[in-house]
């Protein structure tokens, strides 16, 4: 193998141990998190299978955003459903050994760089053009959008600029990191433009506003019962101090006595 095949073997595998390694640390301090108060937004679901639907609703459809602005619901919507639909058209590269049929038909989804692209560069003009949005902005947040765009455009380009990569070498070397099988990669300098920033996001990806994908289940605002009117809520670590204090309390009375 080269020196460049190999440097971004070991890139990809750098990237997805910092990935899973961030990504479980951050799942189990937002597991861990307490919520000492009741402050679903209303109006709030009273069951748990309305919670369901609730995040099911704010998963699939966006149903929050939706309410407060139409436009960025739009661009937001595009650019999610886009991205995975992108993410089963690229599957067919990862997938080892014999292709399944259902992945050989995902030619078609190629064309969903185009709303990928439109959704991205609507919410970037959003915090450009937004006072109110753009005063909150951080640099990071315009570095995420541009490299997500940069990302797509890229992969426009080899797709659909006639700047296609050896397609060959494209799935071997896929499929090579996921076998362990490794394999040489396309040396086309557009292929390598469109892999880098992709293993770069997946390293940041645990320290990036991109969190907000597996948060949303975390978030007490979405995912509490509006049930403070018929049972006490009480956190853990609040309960456990309750507790404390009770037994520290009846050991004074017994020392009092």
Do not use: C
């Not at 940069?150 to 896929?174: C, D, E, Q």
Request: aromatic share 16%; net charge positive; hydrophobic share 50%.
């Amino acid at each position: 193998m080269s020196s460049i095949s190999i440097f971004f073997t070991l890139f990809f595998y750098f990237s997805v141990l910092i990935f899973i390694t961030g990504l479980s640390y951050k799942i189990v301090q937002y597991w861990n998190t307490p919520a000492p108060l009741k402050i679903p937004i209303a109006p709030a679901p009273l069951t748990k299978s309305g919670v369901f639907l609730r995040l099911t609703k704010e998963v699939f459809l966006f149903a929050t955003l939706f309410k407060s602005s139409k436009w960025t619901w739009l661009f937001g919507w595009s650019f999610h459903l886009a991205l995975v639909l992108l993410f089963f058209r690229h599957l067919v590269y990862f997938w080892p050994g014999e292709i399944p049929l259902i992945l050989l038909k995902t030619e078609p989804l190629k064309y969903a760089a185009y709303p990928l692209i439109f959704g991205l560069l609507g919410l970037l003009g959003r915090r450009i053009f937004v006072d109110r949005v753009r005063y909150i902005s951080a640099p990071s947040d315009y570095l995420m959008l541009l490299l997500i765009i940069f990302i797509g455009a890229s992969g426009m380009v080899m797709t659909f600029a006639n700047n296609h990569p050896n397609m060959l070498l494209v799935k071997n070397f896929a499929e090579g990191l996921i076998t362990f099988k490794w394999s040489e990669l396309p040396s086309e300098a557009i292929f390598l433009a469109h892999i880098f920033p992709v293993f770069f996001l997946i390293a940041i990806f645990p320290i990036s506003k991109l969190l907000h994908g597996p948060g949303i289940f975390f978030a007490p605002t979405l995912n509490q019962v509006d049930d403070a009117r018929k049972k006490r809520h009480i956190s853990q670590w609040a309960m456990q101090k309750e507790k404390n204090t009770k037994i520290d309390l009846e050991h004074n009375n017994d020392k009092g006595s």
